[in-house]
């Protein structure tokens, strides 16, 4: 395979945020006990890692300016102070993410759309979607979302949509209903059309 000939900045160029340059941009508060706040930005040459300190206003330090470091992709490696503070902040798979990333590997998956993320899991099988949703935070809220599980419903049962189903499913979520025990949820159903029958007849 040829290998490519497009520059970094190249490769960097579709997934580069259009309104702060930014190929990646993390902000966050640190780990209690601490309420400092953090930011992580890098672009096509560069990470900046930013630490705002919250301190008491009777402090005398207290209104000090932001903590800034900065490195160049190739001196970051060898940064011990800023690799030291962004671990001891955010933890080691963010560094592991950063090392990454400036060693050009994109992760292009985390920046597409939830919209297109969606698209991608809705055509995959009930055990590739419980397997993906234990990859990542990110996959685990996705694959647990209800426009999910409302897909799976429908193409695992012949359950009609009734409106005491729709009810059961705003109080539950897709996802508890679709592993509810089949009995049990016809049971559940009969006892809120029963409810929904009587309260017709008063009226």
Known sequence: MAKSTRSWAEICEPWINKEDGSLYQRTCVAPAPSKDFLQIFIT?????????????????????????????????????????????????KELNYIDALIGGHIDYLNRLSRKVLLRIIFNLDLTSILKLSQVSKMFRELGSCDAVWSKIYMDHTTQPI???????????????????????????????????????KKR
């Open 44 to 92: 096509v040459d560069q990470i900046i890692f930013r630490i705002w300190r919250i301190l008491p206003p009777t402090r005398a330090d207290a209104n000090q300016h932001p903590v800034e470091m900065k490195s160049n992709y190739t001196d970051f490696p060898d940064d011990d102070r800023m690799r030291g503070e962004i671990v001891r902040n955010l933890g080691e």
């Open 162 to 200: 009734t409106h005491e189903l729709l009810m059961l499913t705003d109080q539950q979520g897709w996802k508890e209903v679709f592993f509810m025990n089949r009995i049990q949820l016809q049971k559940f159903l009969h006892r809120q059309q029963e409810k929904t029958s009587k309260s017709n």
